[in-house]
């Protein structure tokens, strides 16, 4: 099972950008898509973005046009660059390999807590 490191995160004033990065134990090319995801306590984990193999990107509606992720096959390295942060944006950022079941193939990380300030 891949494990997966994520870092970058932070504190930032709203409006700001982060550019979070997730370090995977094994070559990510193998895998049809690589995702972020994020939870706030009391919440369900959800999926923030995706990126296939063949690079086609999905979002989700609240970080459409602020997020970008993208992948480095050759350092197994899954990157989130974040902009225009807004306070409920704050949350901790996982990585990992979604599947079409909506389970995943990884093992979850520590993540990296985001906190955007007002």
């Known amino acids: 099972q891949v494990q997966l490191v994520e870092s970058g995160g932070g504190l930032v004033q709203a409006g700001g950008s982060l550019r979070l990065s997730c370090a995977a134990s094994?070559?990510?090319?193998?895998?049809?898509?690589m995702g972020w995801y994020r939870q706030v306590p009391g919440k369900q984990r959800e999926l923030v973005a995706s990126?296939?193999?063949?690079?086609?990107?999905n979002y989700a509606d609240s970080v459409r046009g602020r997020f970008t992720i993208s992948r480095d096959n050759a350092k197994n390295t899954v990157y989130l660059q974040m902009n225009s942060l807004k306070p409920e944006d704050t949350a901790v950022y996982y990585c990992?390999?979604?599947?079409?079941?909506?389970?995943?193939?990884?093992?979850w990380g520590q993540g990296t807590q985001v906190t955007v300030s007002s």
């Open positions: 094994e070559s990510i090319f193998s895998f049809n898509a």
């Open positions: 990992n390999v979604p599947r079409l079941t909506g389970t995943v193939a990884g093992k």
């Open positions: 990126i296939t193999s063949g690079g086609s990107r």
